[in-house]
């Protein structure tokens, strides 16, 4: 029997900085109502509070639902409020040598963009993000920038050799995150396993980038059953299986995995 099962947020349980639409709230809601769950996203706090928070019902269910922005490295949980468990925060140096090694990759890739909406490159205290078109772009402008991974792959590439102190991770539609060195989404699984008092094996993990440099990748090799899905279209059958499954309504895939 799974006792916990952990999202992705964005290309998973919502399109791209997009909130949770009403039918996934339902599903999610009714799932809070059988297990736990988790959100794990290279976001920070205001996107959660914003894509999935407000399109929940504030009832007795939150105390199920644990939040981990900036791919792990931040850890919230409900007790009438929700709570800051603990942030690993960059140093001022860090930040600084991270944003300028952006700025060199970029430079070296040469990808240029006519327009861009919002910040490109933002510190979101654990994390330091890298959204080629602006935190703000409209979903069809960043499906349409990198749909095979191709250049923030290259760009990762760079990073890689500029700050090999550091993890960098492609997220998002046209996103690249950089944390500290092994605080990635296995981090997250592990400190949800200690802070929970789950075991590893007891989850289930569902999302868009289960490839190798993926930032959902890490979650897998922590060893984790991990599902991927193209999109929260993909995610609701997936998360109505797991309600059945939790409910001994019907035996179905994610149940046989158990």
């Not at 007790?79 to 040598?97: L, M």
């Not at 994390?127 to 078109?133: D, E, M, P, R, V």
Request: hydrophobic share 35%.
């Amino acid at each position: 029997m799974k006792k916990l099962i952990v999202y992705d947020l964005d290309g998973t349980l919502a399109e791209s900085k997009s909130s949770l639409d009403a039918e996934m709230s339902t599903r999610l809601h009714d799932l809070l109502g059988v297990v736990k769950v988790a959100v794990i996203s290279g976001g920070d706090w205001p996107q959660f509070e914003k894509q999935v928070l407000s399109h929940l019902p504030h009832d007795e269910r939150l105390v199920n639902l644990s939040l981990l922005p900036t791919c792990g490295t931040k850890f919230f949980q409900y007790a009438g409020d929700w709570k800051k468990i603990y942030s690993e925060d960059f140093t001022a140096d860090e930040k600084e040598k991270i944003v300028s090694s952006f700025k060199k990759a970029l430079g070296a890739a040469g990808y240029k963009v006519e327009k861009v909406w919002g910040e490109v490159i933002e510190d979101r205290g654990s994390q330091i993000t890298f959204s080629a078109l602006g935190q703000q772009a409209p979903l069809e402008e960043k499906n349409k920038w990198d749909p095979d991974f191709s250049k923030r792959k290259k760009i990762k590439a760079l990073l890689d050799k500029l700050i090999p102190e550091f993890s960098v991770r492609l997220g998002g539609t046209t996103s690249v995150d950089v944390t500290k060195p092994g605080i990635d989404k296995a981090y997250g699984i592990r400190k949800l396993r200690d802070t929970l008092g789950i075991a590893i094996h007891e989850m289930i993990f569902i999302g868009d980038a289960l490839f190798p440099g993926g930032n959902d990748y890490p979650a897998e090799q922590a060893g984790v059953v991990s599902i991927p899905v193209r999109g929260p279209q993909e995610t609701k059958p997936v998360t109505e299986a797991i309600i059945a499954c939790l409910d001994g309504d019907q035996k179905v895939l994610p149940c046989e995995e158990t």
